[in-house]
T-cell receptor
Framework: EPEVTQTPSHQVTQMGQEVILRCVPI?????FYWYRQILGQKVEFLVS????????KSEIFDDQFSVERPDGSNFTLKIRSTKLEDSAMYFC?????????????FGEGSWLTVV | GENVEQHPSTLSVQEGDSAVIKCTYS??????FPWYKQELGKRPQLIID?????GEKKDQRIAVTLNKTAKHFSLHITETQPEDSAVYFC?????????????FGTGTRLLVSP
């Protein structure tokens, strides 16, 4: 079964540093997402991306965050200047189209620890 | 925006018992309701989903029911097994805007004791 892959699986960074989390969505998928899960809490929507632009973003996704699809396969989340509260598991997800009920597949996650 | 409430936050059952987890949603335009199982440190994995034009769906020991009028949906697990122990999240979305934004509930930690 095709999978969404993410790298790195775990990253430790100092506060104020820039971090880039990478994702390779499933190859025939068109809609891409980033979600975040702080330890012990629910999964929260960050941003959706379609046709090389952001479709929607949440209040969490402020100016410190950006997303990019630099080539035909990768989808990245950049945090410009990390804060302690950015420590969380970041999940990339994708689905084939936006129709209701189209299964969203999640990657294994990138665990970010800001110290 | 959409808000999804989930209860209970923890649920302990004996192996073989049934488990029921309930969610309510606020946005009447939501039309897709998946349930995810998440083991510690792992990705959420879809276990069952239901669309708003269906009232009930079953897959072996797992079933989901949807009451659109009351805006609530429930996960039912029968004949629970220790490997069912995990955190379960409900979610809601409306996919008619060209993409799906899942709004998750707060999760239920299910513990099945042998």
């Amino acid at each position: 079964e095709p999978e969404v892959t993410q790298t790195p699986s775990h990253q430790v960074t100092q506060m104020g540093q820039e971090v880039i989390l990478r994702c390779v969505p499933i190859s025939n998928h068109l809609y891409f997402y980033w979600y975040r899960q702080i330890l012990g809490q629910k999964v929260e929507f960050l941003v959706s991306f379609y046709n090389n632009e952001i479709s929607e973003k949440s209040e969490i996704f402020d100016d410190q965050f950006s997303v990019e699809r630099p080539d035909g396969s990768n989808f990245t989340l950049k945090i410009r200047s990390t804060k302690l509260e950015d420590s969380a598991m970041y999940f990339c997800a994708s689905n084939r189209d936006g129709l209701s009920g189209n299964t969203i597949y999640f990657g294994e996650g990138s665990w970010l620890t800001v110290v | 925006g959409e808000n999804v409430e989930q209860h209970p936050s923890t649920l302990s059952v004996q192996e073989g018992d049934s488990a029921v987890i309930k969610c309510t949603y606020s946005d009447s335009a939501s039309n897709y309701f998946p349930w995810y199982k998440q083991e510690l440190g792992k990705r959420p994995q879809l276990i069952i989903d239901i669309r708003s034009n269906v009232g009930e769906k079953k897959d072996q020991r797992i079933a989901v029911t949807l009451n659109k009028t009351a805006k609530h949906f429930s996960l039912h697990i029968t004949e629970t097994q220790p490997e069912d122990s995990a955190v379960y999240f409900c979610a809601a979305s409306r996919g008619n805007t060209g993409f799906q934004k899942l709004v998750f509930g707060t999760g239920t930690r299910l513990l099945v004791s042998p």
